[in-house]
Nanobody
Framework: QVQLVESGGGLVQAGGSLTLSCKVS????????LAWFRHTPGAEREFVVA????????YYADFVKGRFTISRDNAKTTVYLQMNSLKPEDTAVYYC??????????????????WGQGTQVTVSS
């Protein structure tokens, strides 16, 4: 079975930084891509960034370009989301998600098969 476990969330002041981690285990060789999404109450789950598992190609939502960076360790066991210049509107529960099927639409959350439990990020003004 596949497991995704996020960590690293917390409270930070606007302009600060946080690094989230997503530890992956199980049959990760089946992954096509891994992504980070975020969710705030009353809103749709929002795409943040995705990484193709083999090529390490990355695709960012416009609102995080230049501020957030996705990366992966060489052992392919942990994916990171480095978040800089945080804004209050970045406050959300952040989830990592993995997909096994091919798609050209990295942003569609319905195309992801596995999800972590989420980690809360709160940015104070």
């Amino acid at each position: 079975q596949v497991q995704l476990v996020e960590s690293g969330g917390g409270l930070v002041q606007a302009g600060g930084s946080l690094t989230l981690s997503c530890k992956v285990s199980g049959r990760t060789f089946r992954f096509d891509r891994l992504a980070w999404f975020r969710h705030t109450p009353g809103a749709e789950r929002e795409f943040v960034v995705a990484m193709h598992w083999r090529s390490v190609y990355t695709y960012y939502a416009d609102f995080v370009k230049g501020r957030f960076t996705i990366s992966r360790d060489n052992a392919k066991t942990t994916v990171y989301l480095q978040m800089n210049s945080l804004k209050p509107e970045d406050t959300a529960v952040y989830y990592c998600a993995a997909a096994t099927g091919y798609t050209t639409d990295y942003t569609d959350n319905s195309r992801y098969d596995y999800w972590g439990q989420g980690t809360q990020v709160t940015v104070s003004s």
